[in-house]
Nanobody
Framework: VQLQASGGGLVQAGGSLRLSCAAS????????MGWYRQAPGKQRELVAA???????NYADSVKGRFTISRDNAKNTVYLQMNSLKPEDTAVYYC???????????????WGQGTLVTVSS
């Protein structure tokens, strides 16, 4: 399973960005999909997650500003980020929990990360 994230970049505070992450390869089923971020000198943290039926949860720091969604037909997860702040600057990673085949164990898979920089 490979995850390809895109959409990062440089944006001014108050601006918006939309991240996308497409999963490809041998995929039997996908449970949860999510976005994490890691700022310099900090631990990786969960930003938002979405279940296979669309239930979502968000970090308190992004509630009301970020929206996670997914397209199950395309095995793709999105993160719409509005009202961006300098403290949102980080490398954003997408991840999913799923199976490569019906007989496989459920595993976690990670994308390569995309850099989001918010200038003040």
């Amino acid at each position: 399973v490979q995850l390809q994230a895109s959409g990062g970049g440089l944006v001014q505070a108050g601006g918006s960005l939309r991240l996308s992450c497409a999963a490809s390869g041998s995929i039997y089923s996908i449970n949860d999909m999510g976005w994490y971020r890691q700022a310099p000198g900090k631990q990786r943290e969960l930003v938002a997650a979405i279940t296979s039926v669309g239930s979502t949860n968000y970090a308190d720091s992004v509630k009301g500003r970020f929206t996670i969604s997914r397209d199950n037909a395309k095995n793709t997860v999105y993160l719409q980020m509005n009202s961006l702040k300098p403290e949102d600057t980080a490398v954003y990673y997408c991840a999913l929990r799923g199976k490569r085949a019906s007989y496989s164990l459920t595993s976690d898979y990670w994308g390569q990360g995309t850099l989001v920089t918010v200038s003040s």
